[in-house]
């Protein structure tokens, strides 16, 4: 007599995400160790040619001084203790800001769920002010809108922030720097820009913890 087959076990959830920022008043900041190992990270995944693209990072010392809490907000993407994103933001004017991403090798098979989870917080986000707002009215955000500045031949990152939710704006001729190895080349270089009114609905999408 045969006996049944043993159900398979059903899939178990991935582990949540985190985001962490790199700013003293985060209640668990991320470290000068914590991006010297992201940086390694991006070494052994062959990515700092290609997330800093200009050559003007190069070592973790750098690393650190371009996230230095007083020149940027960074953001650092961890699920179960692993590094699967970095994030930071400069260039801010108003209620805007210039935004660079890079996922990690660890962090590909999510990483539309990471970039859609970044994007949603960063436009989501007040601005901290005491308690009751005045008047009983909302708090102004944070920021408006998300810039995107993207060299042309970098077409899978292109893709990858239309899926976000940014739409290209405009193309700057000769607007990105590619330094190489074998040498460095001028590019064109496309604008790109996110407001809530561009989000996506993602209903299932989960808030940072």
């Not at 809490?69 to 210039?98: E, K, N």
């Amino acid at each position: 007599m045969a006996s049944a087959a043993r159900p398979h076990p059903a899939p178990s959830a991935p582990p949540p995400l985190v985001l962490r920022s790199r700013h003293p008043f985060h209640p668990v900041p991320v470290t000068d160790a914590e991006l010297d190992r992201v940086w390694s990270a991006l070494c052994d995944d062959g990515l700092v040619p290609v997330v800093f693209h200009d050559g003007g990072v190069r070592c973790p010392a750098d690393l650190r001084a371009l996230l230095a809490p007083h020149r940027a907000w960074c953001y650092l993407v961890q699920a179960a203790g692993t590094p699967l994103a970095l994030c930071w933001l400069d260039g801010f004017c108003g209620r805007a800001a210039r935004i660079h991403f890079c996922v990690l090798r660890a962090g590909l098979p999510r990483a539309e769920e990471i970039g859609r989870m970044v994007v949603r917080f960063l436009l989501r986000a007040r601005a901290p002010v005491p308690a009751p707002a005045p008047n009983g009215r909302p708090t102004p955000h944070l920021l408006d809108t998300l810039v995107g500045l993207t060299p042309a031949p970098y077409r899978h990152a292109l893709g990858f922030v239309t899926r976000l939710g940014f739409r290209r704006a405009a193309v700057i001729p000769g607007g990105a720097v590619l330094a190489r190895s074998t040498g460095t080349r001028i590019c064109d270089a496309v604008l790109t820009l996110c407001t809530r009114s561009d989000l996506p609905d993602c209903p299932d999408l989960p808030d940072c913890h």
